[in-house]
């Protein structure tokens, strides 16, 4: 007989939540009690744990030099310049103290990580060049304002492309090439304002197509070319159609995608983006086995709750970004490269093993409540200790945590150290300033276009541009503008800022709903709002009508 699921209600925003037979299996894995907050809400806190697309101007607190940092100058904390912080020339040991068994554990945490040196991007810094105003990067050239973002090369105003080059203003690309305003494609080239796609070159507007050519406005095609809203055409036709379209101005370009929007809703939607995976349930999840509840998530195994996580990572439950070779993570954010068994760890890279409630360590393992080490082992509170004393002490500060109900628990609110805004929470869970700050989240404030870019002079760069929708003022950099010319693209009339959250809205919401298929009336799991008018098909449904 199958053990029911016990329902608890979440102590931030008291809604019940399920935690299943399954979830238990990995809590008695992880030997740490069941959580006492709601899935969402757990993500939204993980997620308030990496900015990526908010960079500062600074001084480093060790060279005293004007650096670019993700940590504005009113951060409790000193920041050294990554290539610092990376060095041998400190030693975050300084910094330890005894834990004082009498007191909560995190306010001692929240002492140390207030008088710990912080790294100033989370970059590979040695893997840069020329690509110095990027976050959570590393191999690049040539970049700008790009974040998340791993081997490429004159890529501008992008998050999470990989393997990329001559690409802006994209988001969740992968192998691409001179492609704009793109999300979520794989291996194209020379595509624009289009998503979803795989194998598509020279085209407009396109959604859920593959291995497509030289098509504008289709949907759900499959190795098609000369296509302009789903029907064929001669090379000559689409050519002279492509020419009246003229995509070269904000008008025409705002006029085909309003009426290739209207089209799209008519046509069948997958209930949910996935593909190659077994006994998994996720949107954008894909080559994973025993997956549950896990977005924007590749080869997985056994994992549940996850998101922005990739490259072979297994038995992780409650993770948020990064992956490549991760194992038994728990409670985690920004956490990989080779990691395992790591319990309520933020932004730990490269060989990490049995941490609990660390921060910003390299290459440790057996460590405790620790900040900013390197290569060490058997720390807390980057105090170091015999293997023996430090058995003993952990399991006594355990217990401690256990009575004062901060084992099991992540790091509080008080101490994430971005606002809201400033984080990547807002791109799964949107709110705004009031909605923010009620349910106790900190805000950080921050701080006419020529209609076509033929006749556009260079002198534009220094000209300070003025956002058309939230009017913060921005500029072009030049590679921007040899970009625009190369793809004979208008002057964007938006800030980055509202470019990204605009390319953000076009994805469904981070939940799930259960609703019927429209073709064959089958229960499905979906993204879409029930409300949503656009006919969503079930996997099988779907994969029947594409073309």
């Known amino acids: 007989m199958t053990k029911p699921a016990i329902t608890k209600t979440c102590k931030s925003c008291s809604t019940p939540f399920k935690i299943a037979p399954e979830d238990e299996l990995f809590y008695a894995k992880f030997q740490v009690p069941s959580p006492t907050r709601c899935p969402t809400c757990r993500i939204k806190r993980r997620m308030l744990e990496r900015n990526t697309r908010s960079l500062y101007t600074r001084k480093c607190d060790a060279t005293g030099a004007q650096i670019i940092s993700q940590y504005h100058e009113d951060h409790p904390f000193p920041v050294y310049h990554y290539n610092y912080w990376w060095s041998d020339k400190w030693d975050a040991t300084d ?15 929240a002492e140390l990580k207030r008088r710990t040196p912080h790294m100033s991007a989370f970059v590979i810094g040695s893997t840069l060049t020329n690509s110095e105003y990027t976050n959570c990067t590393g191999y690049l050239k040539n970049c700008y304002m790009i974040f998340e973002a791993d081997y490429n090369e004159e890529c501008y105003y992008c998050n999470r492309i990989y393997h990329s080059t001559s690409c802006v203003d994209c988001l969740n690309v992968y ?9 979520d494609s794989r291996n194209c080239y020379n595509l624009k304002y289009s998503d979803d796609c795989e194998n598509c070159i020279d085209s407009h507007a396109l959604s859920n197509c593959k291995s497509c050519k030289n098509c504008i406005a289709c949907i759900n095609l499959r190795h098609k070319r000369y296509h302009i809203f789903n029907k064929p055409h001669s090379k000559e036709e689409y050519e002279t ?9 904000h008008t025409s370009i705002a006029a085909l995608r309003k009426k290739a929007s209207e089209f799209f809703a008519t046509h069948p939607h997958k209930n949910l983006q996935q593909e190659h995976n077994e006994n998994s349930l996720g949107d954008y999840l894909y080559n994973s086995k025993n997956a549950y509840y896990c977005f924007d998530c590749n080869d997985l195994e056994d994992c549940r709750y996850c998101a922005r996580v990739a490259m072979t990572v297994k038995d992780c439950m409650d993770y948020t970004g990064w992956g490549d070779r991760a194992t038994l993570m728990y409670e985690c954010a920004a956490c990989g490269d080779h990691s395992y068994n790591l319990k309520f760890c933020t932004t730990c890279a490269t060989d990490n093993s049995d941490l609990e409630y660390c921060d910003q360590c390299v290459g440790c393992s057996n460590c405790f409540g620790c900040m900013g080490l390197w290569h060490k082992s058997h720390c807390i ?7 023996e004393e430090y058995k003993d002490l952990r399991t006594r500060l355990i217990s401690h945590m256990t009575t004062t109900s901060e084992y099991g628990e992540f790091f509080p609110i008080q101490l994430a150290p971005f606002g809201y805004n400033e984080s990547i929470a807002p791109e799964y869970f949107p709110l705004t300033k009031e909605q923010a700050i009620a349910q106790g989240f900190k805000w950080t404030e921050y701080d006419k276009i020529p209609p076509k870019i033929a006749g556009v002079p260079d002198k534009i760069q220094n000209d300070t541009l003025s956002c058309h929708q939230c009017g913060k003022n921005f500029r072009l950099i030049p590679q921007e503008l040899a970009f625009y010319k190369r793809a004979n693209l208008p002057i964007p009339q938006f800030c980055t800022n509202c470019r990204h959250y605009a390319r953000l809205a076009t994805k469904n919401p981070k939940q799930f709903f259960t609703r019927t298929c429209a073709k064959c009336g089958a229960e499905m799991q979906t993204t879409f709002l029930p409300e949503t008018l656009a006919p969503v098909y079930c996997e099988e449904c779907y994969k029947k009508e594409v073309i």
Request: with cysteine.
């Open 95 to 109: 910094y330890g103290h005894p834990v004082d068994l009498k007191k909560p554990f995190f306010p001692q945490f």
């Open 175 to 183: 192998k691409c090439e001179l492609c704009y305003e793109t999300r």
């Open 241 to 249: 159609e492509l020419k009246r379209l003229d995509l070269t101005t």
């Open 381 to 387: 509170l980057n105090k170091q200790y015999s293997p």
